[in-house]
């Protein structure tokens, strides 16, 4: 005889979620927080150690000096270079401005003093000259040529200028000078040494009277009248390099000046 199954037993199910929300939470909450704790390491970890773009800001951030600023600025270098040309560096600051056409105000925000604003012609001038060597080297179609158009240019960005303003007070020894001053001997020694290994340029000249006939025919003497000379700066010029052509018809008296000559200030 078989027994009967109890009603209580046949009548629970097997499995039932719990009716009661309070509960289930209460029930779930151990669960929850030791998953929060076995996540909080990594995620401590990813906010110490952000993603490497994060840390360099683009480009496109970096403040950049307003356009007429700048042509302000080059507009000044410019004219104290032709101020300085024909007075000397003791040029009136407010000749200065009028040639760069703007007022007093505008000059001494950029350059507060006199030493400041020479300081800045001469490297305005020596990067000008710079750059005008490595362009003509790089693109015209011979060293000769080459040496042409760098005189010429170099001439007309008044190079001549620096030499009265390298006078006592001037701080030729500031890194920013030194640094202008060998990438100016740089360009102009490659310039006139791929000449001579060419066979288009005479050997027996160096860089030192290259750039004393340069200075001397670009410029006319401080403080004087005689500014029509201008107009005959570049046909004298020609004439000289002229003379730089190999073979040579003539033998030069005494020997090559060099750069070194040019910086014991005796010429």
């Known amino acids: 005889m078989k027994r009967p199954t109890s009603t209580a037993t046949a009548a629970r199910p097997a499995a039932e979620p719990d009716a009661d929300p ?42 950049r000096p307003r356009a007429d600023a700048v042509r302000n600025r080059e507009r000044i270098l410019t004219a104290a270079r032709e101020a300085f040309v024909e007075f000397g560096s003791a040029a009136p600051f407010d000749e200065v401005a009028r040639r760069a056409g703007i007022g007093n105000a505008t000059l001494y925000r950029h350059f507060p003093d006199r030493s400041t604003l020479v300081h800045h012609v001469v490297l305005f001038t020596m990067a000008r000259v710079t750059a005008s060597a490595e362009a003509s080297l790089a693109e015209e179609p011979d060293a000769f040529a080459a040496l042409c158009r760098f005189t010429h240019e170099a001439a007309d960005e008044r190079i001549g200028a620096l030499c009265p303003m390298l006078s006592d007070g001037f701080d030729g020894e500031h890194p920013e000078l030194l640094a202008a001053g060998t990438a100016l001997e740089a360009a102009v020694v490659t310039l006139l040494a791929t000449g001579q290994d060419a066979g288009l340029v005479r050997a027996d000249i160096g860089v030192g009277d290259l ?57």
């Not at 209460?26 to 996540?39: K, S």
Request: net charge positive.
């Open 22 to 63: 309070a509960r289930a939470t209460a029930q779930a909450q151990p669960q929850v927080q030791a998953q929060l704790q076995a996540q909080a390491p990594t995620q401590a970890s990813a906010q110490a150690s952000p993603a490497p773009t994060q840390a360099r800001l683009p480009a496109a951030d970096v403040p």
């Open 211 to 267: 750039m004393v006939a340069l200075s001397q025919l670009s410029r006319p003497l401080p403080g004087t009248a005689c500014l029509d000379t201008d107009r005959f700066a570049h046909r004298h010029l020609q004439l000289f390099l002229d003379g730089l052509r190999a073979p040579a018809r003539s033998e030069l008296p005494g020997s090559a000046a060099t750069l070194d000559d040019l910086r014991q200030k005796t010429m």
